[in-house]
């Protein structure tokens, strides 16, 4: 029998003729340049696929909330290794993308609420604590400047009490931070790109493709050919699976959250170990996420679960520093596969004729992804 096809007429007309712009990946970034790319070019007839058969495949939809853009140790980790304008130019450009997240969703719809964010230090962080403190006041100038907040940055260890923390000798407040409903910003995101006629499909797996004279032809692992004029990669993570040159790793991010507790007292974002380890209430929940440093090579991986060795130390952080007087149970535990590089700034580029891509969220996909996916489109549409 021949010209046998996996998809109908119908479905080839009206889902993958003449697309002008093929997006893979829709998460944050894919998403928000799909959204980006309607309004440079109302015309184009924009397709977005994604591996997962029913949500992203990745990060945005398993993160931990956290609408986060540096803490103090972080920033004095980064700075060992990067020119301190560098440095702050990347918190800049985590604000800036935090507050056109903000406006492009709205709070409402993001979930969002800036309860503040606090770095948990303990007697073996002494040192660090001292370099702390040194550096609060310069640090706090160059915030300033970016988010125009006055002393963003503040010790806040009469609050361990009100916490119930245990084995915690300071904190420092970051007044700027905040968190979101994860669940809440891709359901409202994917809704706003699809109001703007951009269809977003699920369960389509992109292996490979073939440049011919008019267009590209992007093999499928679902039995068909896509012909677009423009391919634009968001896989972060993933990325290195269609473009093996491209500098990024996975790195596996464990989570749990236990069941609601009574009296919760923890409220807001919290770091620990340079945010190795990163915690949130979830309403009366506590989520709890990290430990990718007790095993670097184990969870530099692309398999999604979970670990004991991970699982096992993060329910001990829980049940010996953070709730040491409630009692919990744990409701559920996930993972995310999240994008790294030898530095943390984002890729967006042009790979080859009608190819790019915008990977390398460094963890940070919350904070810069709308950004990246807005500078994506701009490089593809221009």
Not at 46 to 73: H, Q, W
Not at 181 to 186: I, L
Not at 303 to 327: A, C, M, R, W, Y
């Amino acid at each position: 029998m021949e010209n046998v096809s996996s998809l109908s007429f119908w479905e080839r007309q009206t889902y993958f003729e003449g697309v002008d712009l093929l997006i893979v990946g829709s998460g944050i970034v894919g998403l928000n340049a799909a959204r980006a790319a309607r309004h440079l070019k109302p015309n184009w007839k924009i397709l977005v696929v994604d591996r997962g058969a029913i949500l992203p495949y990745g990060a945005s939809t398993r993160n931990a909330g956290f609408a986060c853009f540096g803490s103090m140790t972080e920033l004095l980790d980064d700075l060992k290794n990067n020119a301190e304008n560098d440095v702050f130019d990347l918190v800049q450009r985590r604000w800036t993308g935090l507050q056109r997240l903000r406006n492009v969703i709205g709070d409402k719809n993001l979930g969002y609420e800036e309860l503040g964010g606090y770095e948990l230090f303990s007697a073996a962080d002494k040192l660090v604590w001292k370099e702390c403190l040194n550096r609060l006041d310069g640090f706090n100038q160059q915030l300033e400047s970016i988010c125009g907040k006055k002393n963003n940055y503040e010790v806040a260890t009469h609050e361990i009490e009100n916490f119930g923390f245990s084995g915690v000798n300071h904190l420092i407040k970051n007044k700027g931070e905040g968190q979101v409903d994860t669940g809440k910003m891709m359901k409202s995101l994917l809704s706003l790109v699809r109001e703007k006629n951009v269809d977003v499909l699920n369960g389509i797996d992109i292996k490979a493709w073939q440049q011919n004279e008019s267009a590209l032809l992007v093999d499928t692992g679902n039995g068909f050919k896509i012909p677009t004029q423009q391919l634009l990669i968001t896989t972060n993570a993933f990325a290195k699976q269609l473009l093996p040159d491209i500098l990024v790793e996975p790195g596996r991010a464990q989570v749990l959250i236990t069941k609601p507790i009574s009296e919760l007292k923890v409220k807001g974002t919290f770091h620990i170990e340079k945010g190795y380890y990163y915690f949130r209430n979830v309403g009366d929940r506590l989520l709890l996420g990290g430990g990718r440093n007790l095993d670097f090579k184990s969870e530099n991986t692309y398999e999604f679960g979970t670990t004991s060795k991970v699982q096992d130390h993060l329910e001990n952080l829980l049940s010996t520093i953070i709730l040491p007087k409630h009692t919990f149970e744990i409701d559920q535990r996930w993972s995310g596969i999240m994008g790294l590089g030898p530095v943390k700034s984002s890729i967006i580029q042009k790979v080859e004729e009608r190819i790019y891509c915008a990977v390398r969220m460094g963890g940070m996909g919350v904070a810069i992804g709308t950004q990246v996916g807005e500078e994506a489109a701009a490089l593809v549409c221009n």
